[in-house]
């Protein structure tokens, strides 16, 4: 069965200063997209970054990049320069593209606080 | 281009009760899926809806039941309301077919059973 972990349940960064967020995985499908949200206090789900079991770069989109480790099954979210506006909760997903439903499994998440 | 939207924003049921949450999909999306995202928890898979039909279903019993309309919008019904079911429910769009592309979110429903 498909499971993400992330062993984390807070973090504390200081303002400016970068903080990598960690995420395992498990399955035994070949073909898997990764993803990273946030949830701040209000509640919704902010799509941060995906990467997909295929690709051979890791994926970078502003101040988010993923740090992927196929082999280890890591898929750590790594945010540079850290802002106040950063601190929420981050939940690392996954989801089966062979599947025709194309469900997002979550973590349990892990709630970031960031320090002036 | 029109966000996923949500209604009501929160809602207090007591047991036993029934109640629907409302969804619009983003602009351009056909598949809705539905979470239910207990306090501290991760979000879970409940349903999802493409072409108005439930196409996959996570486990959760039949009192969940769903819709999806031409439009693409979906309801999400909950009969004998019981207290675990208080939680934020989310929905969220996408296009089937394209799984490399994000599901979007919209703000969620937050359930209260008393």
């Known amino acids: 069965a498909q499971k993400i972990t992330q062993t984390q349940p807070g973090m504390f960064v200081q303002e400016k200063e970068a903080v990598t967020l960690d995420c395992t995985y498990d399955?035994?499908?070949?073909?898997?997209?990764l993803f990273w949200y946030k949830q701040p206090s209000s509640g919704e789900m902010i799509f941060l970054i995906y990467?997909?079991?295929?690709?051979?770069q890791n994926a970078t989109e502003g101040r988010y990049s993923l740090n992927f480790q196929k082999a280890r099954k890591s898929a750590n979210l790594v945010i540079s320069a850290s802002q106040l506006g950063d601190s929420a909760m981050y939940f690392c997903?996954?989801?089966?593209?062979?599947?025709?439903?194309?469900?997002?499994?979550f973590g349990t998440g892990t709630l970031l606080a960031v320090q002036p | 281009e029109t966000g996923v939207t949500q209604s009501p924003t929160h809602l207090i049921k007591t047991r036993g009760q029934q109640v629907t949450l409302r969804c619009s999909s983003q602009?351009?999306?056909?598949?809705v899926s539905w979470y239910q995202q207990a306090l501290g928890q991760g979000p879970q898979f409940i349903f999802q809806?493409?072409?108005?039909?439930?196409?996959g279903r996570g486990n959760f019993p039949p009192r969940f039941s769903g819709l999806q309309f031409p439009n693409y919008s979906s309801e999400l019904n909950v009969n004998a309301l019981e207290l675990d079911d208080s939680a934020l429910y989310l929905c969220?769009?996408?296009?089937?077919?394209?799984?490399?592309?994000?599901?979007?979110f919209g703000d969620g429903t937050r359930l209260s059973i008393l």
């Open positions: 997903a996954m989801r089966d593209h062979g599947g025709a439903t194309n469900k997002l499994i």
């Open positions: 809806y493409y072409r108005e039909e439930e196409n």
């Open positions: 399955t035994s499908d070949p073909s898997y997209g």
């Open positions: 602009s351009g999306h056909n598949t």
């Open positions: 969220a769009s996408s296009v089937q077919g394209l799984p490399n592309q994000p599901q979007h």
């Open positions: 990467q997909g079991s295929y690709d051979q």
